[in-house]
């Protein structure tokens, strides 16, 4: 598989089989144990679990935070995403976010 090809399937078992946790950030949701074990996550618990598993497969990831505004409350929040570096290209990758994109979970990059 190339590198992208592993991104992108990584990318989408994350978003796949992942709940956004609506309980709000806590000790479990921003950490691999919420989005490994418990499968729900905050933002934070999506970009470690996105960060480590690019580290396993020899993608060079990064986490970044920030802030973010979601389309459905129009107000910035906190937020935290990926960079990968694909072939010398870095990207940004938002797994969160593309996991609540649509009720048919359709991935994209």
């Not at 590198?3 to 000790?27: C, F, M, P, T, W």
């Not at 921003?30 to 480590?52: D, N, P, Q």
């Amino acid at each position: 598989m190339s590198a992208y090809d592993k991104e992108l399937a990584l990318h989408d078992i994350l978003a796949r089989e992942i709940s956004y946790s609506n309980s709000g950030a806590n000790s479990e949701t921003t950490t691999l144990i919420g989005a490994f074990l418990s499968r729900s996550a905050v933002c934070e618990g999506y970009a470690k679990a996105f960060h480590l598993l690019c580290e396993r497969v020899g993608i060079e990831s990064l986490i970044i935070t920030g802030t973010g505004t979601p389309h459905y409350t129009g107000q910035s929040e906190p937020h935290a995403w990926n960079i990968v570096n694909i072939d010398g290209v870095y990207s940004h990758i938002d797994v969160t976010w593309d996991s609540n994109s649509s009720d048919e979970k359709k991935y994209v990059l």
